[in-house]
């Protein structure tokens, strides 16, 4: 899928391309299926522009899950052959280079895999920058998406408590996860409060849903609130994480060794074809998506 214009969904085309090779340190996969994130649609539609300028036309995608069927040079952890899951470049096609990977679980699908790598790297990287740790009580903001599901799961089997921000609609999938279940919208304070008697140690907020300052009221510290989503939070003295240019792989293989395991679990809801990738874009620009979109492979 590349798109030569920015616009909406409309600008994606299927087009036949030339397969992309591994240089050193790569790999190239066979994609049988590839996540979709939120920043992909963004990018699509130039809103990044500024920040990421692309030559256009360009190829779209960085999530996915395949079979390795090439290995550039000084790779020694996987052999042409071997099932992986990873982040890498254009992703939403039937070949793609990967920068980073990892083993996909052999009882996980290839579409649920292809959902892992941008949560997983997110998620942990929050909660790193948050210092959460056993014995905390965490609320995180938008608990029902990719990102808040596998930091709800993360934070969980650090042996903190939980609290899930999420839809009406989502609120026994958040529990299933493990957290204490509320809702957004006016009253939020009270009711997380109410939830945690003891006080809330942590805040992560991956929605963007404009609560910044009521997290660092129920905190009682800015310097305990991070967001991935809300650019306004350093105004009020909150943080903002981004991942640019971090090496995924460490975040790739915990999360890979608790799937394995059964810990941990980000369900497929909603699954296009490659040539239907602007609709998977759609889905996900509505902001209402439980769990992960995936584009699979003709």
Excluded: C
Excluded at 57 to 76: K, L
């Amino acid at each position: 899928m590349r798109f030569a214009r920015y616009g909406g969904p409309e600008v994606l085309e299927f087009v036949d391309v030339e397969a992309p090779h591994a240089e050193a340190g790569q790999i190239r996969i066979a994609v049988r299926a590839a996540g979709v994130n939120g920043l992909e649609w963004k990018i699509r539609q130039g809103l990044l522009e500024e920040f990421q300028p692309l030559r256009l036309p360009a190829g779209i995608g960085g999530d996915a899950a395949g079979v390795v069927d090439e290995v550039g040079d000084g790779v020694t952890d996987v052999r042409v052959g071997d099932a992986v899951f990873g982040s890498g470049q254009e992703t939403y096609a039937e070949h793609a280079v990967l920068t980073s990977w990892a083993p996909k679980p052999e009882k996980v699908s290839f579409e649920e895999a292809a959902g892992f790598p941008t949560p997983f790297e997110t998620a942990l990287r929050v909660l790193d920058e948050a210092e959460v740790r056993r014995g905390h009580t965490v609320l995180v903001n938008g608990a029902s998406g990719g990102v808040g599901s596998a930091a709800v799961q993360f934070a969980v089997d650090r042996g903190a408590t939980v609290i899930g921000v999420a839809g009406p609609s989502n609120q026994d999938y958040v529990t299933s996860l493990g957290a204490v279940a509320t809702t957004y919208g006016p009253g939020l304070v009270d009711r997380a409060r109410a939830l945690a008697p003891h006080g809330i140690d942590v805040a992560v907020d991956v929605a963007g849903s404009g609560v910044i300052s009521e997290l660092i009221d129920l905190t009682g510290d800015p310097g305990r609130v991070v967001s991935i989503a809300d650019f306004t939070a350093p105004a009020h003295g909150a943080r903002v994480s981004t991942g640019f240019g971090r090496d995924k792989t460490p975040a790739l293989r915990e999360g890979a060794r608790l799937a394995a395991t059964g810990r941990l679990t980000l369900p497929v809801t909603q699954t296009f074809p490659l040539p239907q990738a602007g609709a998977a874009q759609a889905a996900s620009a509505t902001g209402h998506v439980r769990g992960r979109i995936i584009i699979t492979m003709p």
